[in-house]
């Protein structure tokens, strides 16, 4: 929750560290943030993400999901960069339909922020969206082997909850990718140039769901 209901120790400690992160960013770096009307904004952070996708081992959601979101979410999507010497060094993707906000993406650059000062864009966020009536604070989804991330989350008070899907046809029961050839693209992957792993995503993600 953003601004009502019980607050952990563990939220709160979460809480005290975001807005002490926010502090010290205001000091040495610039936070800005536009609706998603502004293509330039969605281009500087298509950039981090390539980058932070490729240090996760995965190509990235190609520019013309970014910009079909903006298109059919209008008003709704946010795009906040932090800039650093008039750079973008890391960057946030954020939808606020009514009185929730979902956190949709988060990137930076491994390089320019390996202090991780990236992270003082979620509270600007949950500070501007508090502002314009937030009530609810949504991290979406997250795959059940990625138990650190999870945990994450639930630092900051989310609550777990499952969702079932069905499909019509039915995957297959191969449909998984084996360990070996998921543990063979993460070290591959990485090592690629980012141009041609946005290349790589723009022909894989049209054939994926």
């Avoid at 005290?16 to 770096?29: K, T």
Wanted: with cysteine; proline share 6%; glycine share 8%.
């Amino acid at each position: 929750m953003i601004c009502s209901g019980k607050k952990t120790q563990r939220s709160q400690r979460k809480e005290l560290i975001l807005r002490s992160l926010g502090s010290l960013a205001a000091e040495y770096f610039t936070p800005v943030f536009c609706l998603a009307s502004f293509y330039g904004f969605i281009r500087a952070y298509f950039r981090l993400h390539a980058m932070t996708r490729s240090t996760q081992g995965v190509p990235p959601q190609p520019y013309a999901w970014f910009q079909n979101l903006a298109r059919c979410l209008g008003e709704m999507l946010e795009v906040h960069l932090l800039l650093q010497d008039d750079a973008p060094i890391a960057g946030l993707v954020a939808i606020h339909f009514r009185e929730q906000l979902m956190v949709k993406y988060t990137a930076a650059d491994p390089v320019r922020d390996r202090q991780g000062m990236g992270k003082s864009l979620l509270w600007k966020t949950i500070v501007r969206a508090k502002e314009r009536g937030a009530t609810t604070l949504d991290w979406g989804r997250c795959e059940p082997e990625h138990r650190g991330l999870a945990q994450f989350k639930e630092r900051f008070g989310a609550v777990r909850s499952d969702l079932v899907y069905l499909r019509n046809p039915p995957a297959p029961a191969h449909g998984h990718r084996s360990s070996w050839a998921t543990r063979a693209a993460k070290s591959v992957v990485p090592r690629m140039p980012v141009s041609v792993l946005m290349a790589a995503g723009r022909v894989a993600y049209r054939h994926v769901g």
